[in-house]
């Protein structure tokens, strides 16, 4: 007798580079997706290529992902809190005022470390999330099962989890994303002004240059709105920045060696401890966490695990022998396994050995 | 009867990533190469490998490169010409001071803009140079051979050649260069800094932060000398670069939309217009131009066209039918012609249609 396994479901508003190509992985993956697109054409472009598998919001999905431009995150996720029974999260790169806006139960925040040089369905890649950071922003309401089932398919697209408020994301990510894109276009057009005094000026520009402003040509509007959207962040992380920049000119106007050194040997270091793209833990051990009787534990775990810089794979919900209270099995880099449950004890959790 | 053909010799002193570079596309070429390096063994590591074929300085070599670090370039420079009867050039990346200490004719500055993630003589790559822009700063004492002697090497090494005064070289590269490192540092110890508030912080990077940081992995002491050495041009460009950022703050902080995208636009359409790699003339026109009876004519010709932002290919000197005095031959993309003529006729030059 065969068996019949029911095939799981999905849906992908807007199908961009980053919805593009959730859905290409999830339709590798065996998922049945319904997609969904402003621009006339694309959907069936996407249909025709095989990304996504039908046209429209399937009622039924287990999880819809938003994927529209930062300003249009609000109405597009109600919508689809409307239209479909499941999980919504979407992929916005500010997370606050969505997050607060936006109080069902049955979303949670997302974010994909993710990017290419590609631009909309054209770069739709199914292996663009492998060993990227998915950042999820649960809250307080968040039920363990939205989160675990968030948690979950995020790892099936190829991407480990980590968990932060929506503030703390918006906070952060100024740093790494925000003001290093506002910095590589103001670096940019400064050469610009100064080729205007000598025209071979930009035929000087090597490899570092190159590098340094890669991510200035990319296209203005969803910068823009984000600039909007985190702006108390970017200005905040912008004046630390500058000062850093003004310190950096009086070392290097005082001829200063052992400081600009202490500087440049900080940054080389930092540089380097930069984490890589995370493929697989190498030697991992799995740590047993009953889910006590109150809600959000699950992302509560996660949360404490980014604050202890401890990355968490292959998380999932299992029942125990004793009873009907689910238990979270989690797999951690075996040196860190103390880190965690140190401070899962320390947040009122019982993690076994 | 068998032809003999006179092998090329040059000398290079200094082993590092240039150097080897250097020495090994010399040597495939059939150059006889001769090289030194002060670190014991690294000689002899290169001759093991096939890069230089020598130790020591060979008096005869037609040229010399002098590629150790900026602040010991002027004795290395100063030994080879003492040493050596041919052309001296180095591969700094300041040029002003060392331009003016170092009197002879048979000097002329350098600075190839190309690099590699690779440190030392285990980066050495024949192909380092392939389309990439090398600088040369002549001065109004340098003879046209030695200039003529210098640009010929260059294009052998697979570089075009930029012609600008040392002073011009050092305002111009604190811009596309030092700053540029600079702010990678600066970025990147602030994402450190920050990363003490949240260990997840520096997990959140992805490709844009990386590409932006990645020059900040370099070692520490070739860019202490740096700024010292052009620490007036560097502190001017940071200043520039402190006023934009602060503008652009105003400019998030108002939600200035508006002001915003020109600004990204901008940047945006520069990016884009950073010039590739060149490795060949689309359509190539010869341009001959008499070199008229006065010194560094052949410099002025390129120096011109560095203003103009010409680029100009397999410059060779020949002799002209009617006499004795020489004639530059450059190549030139066919738009570029008239320009080039338009110029060349202003600064005095004949040149030929």
């Known amino acids: 007798m065969a068996t ?16 593009g190509s959730i859905a290409a992985r999830l339709v590798e993956s065996g998922w049945r997706v319904h997609g969904s697109d402003p621009h006339p054409g694309r959907c069936d472009l996407a ?36 239209a479909t029974k499941g999980v919504v999260t979407d992929v916005g790169s500010v997370k606050g005022p969505l997050v607060a806006d936006v109080a069902d139960p049955r979303f949670i925040g997302g974010h994909p470390m993710a990017g290419s040089e590609l631009d909309g369905l054209d770069g739709a890649d199914p ?27 995020a790892n099936q697209l190829g991407a480990n989890v980590l968990a932060l408020s929506a503030e703390d994301h918006d906070r952060l990510i100024a740093v790494v994303s925000h003001v290093p894109h506002l910095t590589a ?14 025209a071979s000026l930009l035929r000087m520009a090597a490899g570092g240059f190159r590098d340094m402003t890669r991510i200035a040509s990319s296209k203005p509007g969803l910068w823009l ?22 310190d950096l000119r009086g070392t290097v106007d005082a001829d200063d060696s ?12 930092a540089r380097s ?5 995370v493929r697989s833990l190498e030697d991992a051990v799995e740590v047993r966490i009953p889910i006590p009787d109150r809600p959000g534990s699950a992302a509560q775990i996660f949360t404490l695990a980014a604050e202890l810089n401890v990355n968490l794979a292959n998380f999932e919900v299992v029942h125990s022998a004793e ?19 140190g401070g899962l004890i320390a947040r009122g959790f019982k993690p076994g050995r």
Chains 1, 2 share one sequence.
Not at 225 to 237: G, S
């Open 4 to 19: 019949v396994t029911t095939q799981r479901c999905a849906n992908v508003v807007g199908l961009g580079l980053i919805g």
């Open 47 to 82: 249909i025709e290529r095989g990304i996504v598998s039908d046209a429209g919001l399937n009622p039924d999905a287990e999880i819809t992902f938003v994927a529209v431009p930062v300003l249009q995150l609000r109405g597009e996720v109600a919508a689809a809190l409307a």
């Open 127 to 153: 292996t663009l999330f492998e060993g990227a950071t998915w950042i999820l922003t649960p809250t307080s309401e968040t039920p363990d099962s939205v989160f675990a089932l968030a948690t979950a398919v």
């Open 185 to 198: 276009a103001t670096l940019m057009t400064l050469a610009d002004r100064r080729s205007e005094e000598h």
């Open 225 to 246: 709105d984000i600039c909007r959207a985190n702006r108390e962040a970017i200005v905040a992380t912008l004046d630390d920045f500058i000062v850093g920049l003004i």
């Open 258 to 269: 052992a400081g600009l050194e202490r500087l440049l040997l900080r940054a080389r270091e």
């Open 273 to 277: 401890n930069l984490p890589a793209r």
């Open 323 to 341: 009873g009907d209270r689910g238990v979270a099995v989690v797999l951690v880099e075996s040196g860190q396994v103390e880190l965690l449950r």
